[in-house]
């Protein structure tokens, strides 16, 4: 852990920050959020490196959604992702939000995620133990070390496929586009 | 002269810093009870230095305003009080004038939290505003009965009384007094079980739900000059003040020691069971030490 390296801190302040603070907002879609208690309490204590749970959205900068994502709930899953201020980072928890999972089949439920919000990472398995989500922490580390962790600006600079997306399988949004639609591959 | 502009501006970074060093011992004491490593002591400079790197969101020039109100209503107040012996503003003002800017920062938040038009923050404010008529009565008394006692309203004095005299919580008149305002000092800092204000569980962090980036950050410190000014208040009261700042220091060090133990195993009150208790016992040993300072004490 190089947490303690203080040229790296002067060097890039705003990148050690982001990366060793990391606020999350659970969203508590399906069964996984069950992995969530222990992880974030004594057992495993994720507070450790710097992550702890936060209530809402606006104080938040990594989103987890633990869980299948049923149609109804993908559209509070994009209003949730919307109201996180950037830089932010979301994670997909356990093989429903990956490809269906077990839903793989069912017909309210959707079945890649990432066509919907970008996601900078995922956490396979069904369900992923306490452990992953910390080896998914690291991950993350080592992606904001790299700049790969750019999820928001793919999101800003593709928000008209996305928002394409949305509307295919939500009907018509009751919300204005979150980034001018018009503008066209330009930040 | 200069040493007081120089004291001036350097005195509230100061306070700042113990603030922000208590905010961290908290969560680090907290995890200690709780068994767990707890997060390095620096992490709420992590925090804000983050926060102070994200994009944020605001609602309105009343948003912006409400949150320098109550900073500067902060800074103020830390600059009248005693700190060993640091005291900038020490010959204007004293107890009267800490009582009224200590309003500015809840009011502050208020306003600032208004603009937001959240249900949650609506919530959050009134349980603050119920609180804080809550603790002001008991509080008002225990003030009242350290000036009646010394007969002086200059926080300044009452150190320097006590320098000679004793602490006030062990002097006979001011026992009761000190114990009840040690008995509200949680409901002034939001400490457990007085916590409610800012439930994250049930209201979504009360106030701070709207906040994001640069101004959760300032939120933060505001809240850290809020545990600084709460307790040096109570350490110049009641427990004699210092006459040099490192004692001053390790004498906030440990009441606040004991309250985030409090703070680490009590569960939350709910807003009414608060109220009654703040209007119960505090309120009537309060009061009953008014009556002996007043009475018997003379």
């Known amino acids: ?187 | 002269m200069v040493v007081k502009i120089i004291q001036i501006i350097l005195y509230p970074l100061m306070a700042l810093m113990i603030g922000i060093f208590f905010l961290g011992l908290a969560r680090k004491i907290m995890a200690r009870i709780q068994w767990r490593y707890g997060p390095p002591l620096i992490q709420p400079i992590i925090d804000m230095i983050k926060l102070f790197n994200q994009n944020s969101v605001s609602h309105g020039f009343m948003f912006n305003f409400g949150i320098i109100f109550s900073l500067v209503g902060s800074v103020i107040v830390v600059l009248f009080l005693p700190f060993g012996g640091i005291c900038p503003l020490s010959s204007s003002g004293g107890l009267l004038v800490i009582l009224y800017i200590m309003l500015f920062a809840p009011l502050g938040v208020a306003l600032s939290g208004g603009e937001g038009a959240n249900p949650n923050i609506s919530i959050g404010i009134s349980r603050k505003l119920i609180l804080a008529l809550g603790y002001e009565v008991p509080f008002l008394l225990a003030i009242l009965a350290v000036m009646t006692h010394y007969e002086t309203i200059s926080i300044v004095e009452v150190v320097k009384i006590q320098q000679n005299a004793g602490w006030a919580i062990f002097s006979l008149p001011l026992f009761l007094s000190g114990i009840a305002y040690l008995m509200i000092l949680p409901a002034i800092l939001g400490l457990r079980p007085f916590d409610m204000a800012s439930a994250p569980q049930e209201i979504s962090s009360g106030p701070m739900a709207e906040y994001s980036g640069k101004f959760l950050a300032l939120m933060s410190i505001e809240h850290a000059f809020g545990l600084f000014i709460g307790i040096a208040l109570f350490v110049n009261l009641f427990l004699g003040g210092a006459s040099n700042a490192l004692i001053f220091f390790f004498k906030m060090l440990a009441v606040f020691t004991a309250l985030i133990c409090v703070n680490a195993v009590y569960p939350r009150f709910r807003i009414e069971q608060a109220l009654k208790y703040l209007w119960k016992w505090p309120t009537l040993l309060a009061f009953t030490g008014l009556v002996i300072v007043s009475v018997i004490g003379r």
Request: glycine share 6%; aromatic share 12%.
């Open chain 1, 1 to 187: 852990m190089d947490r303690n390296q203080l040229v790296k801190w002067l060097k890039a302040p705003a990148k050690m920050g982001h990366k060793y603070s990391l606020h999350v907002v659970y969203f508590c879609t399906g069964c996984g959020i069950i992995e969530i208690p222990p992880t974030i309490t004594s057992r495993w204590d994720a507070e450790r490196f710097g992550v702890i749970p936060v209530a809402t959205p606006r104080q938040a900068n990594i989103f987890l959604i633990t869980g299948y994502v049923s149609v109804k709930t993908l559209k509070a899953v994009i209003k949730t992702y919307e109201q996180i201020p950037e830089p932010k980072f979301a994670v997909g928890f356990g093989s429903c939000p990956i490809n269906g999972g077990m839903y793989w089949d069912s017909y309210n439920t959707i079945k890649h995620l990432d066509k919907y919000i970008p996601i900078d990472g995922w956490i396979a398995g069904c369900m992923p133990r306490p452990e992953a989500i910390f080896i998914a922490v690291t991950h993350l580390w080592t992606l904001i070390d790299k700049d790969m962790a750019e999820g928001y600006k793919k999101y800003r600079r593709n928000y008209k496929d996305y928002r394409a997306n949305q509307e295919k399988a939500l009907g018509k949004l009751e919300w204005p586009p979150l980034f001018s639609i018009n503008k066209d591959k330009d930040d």
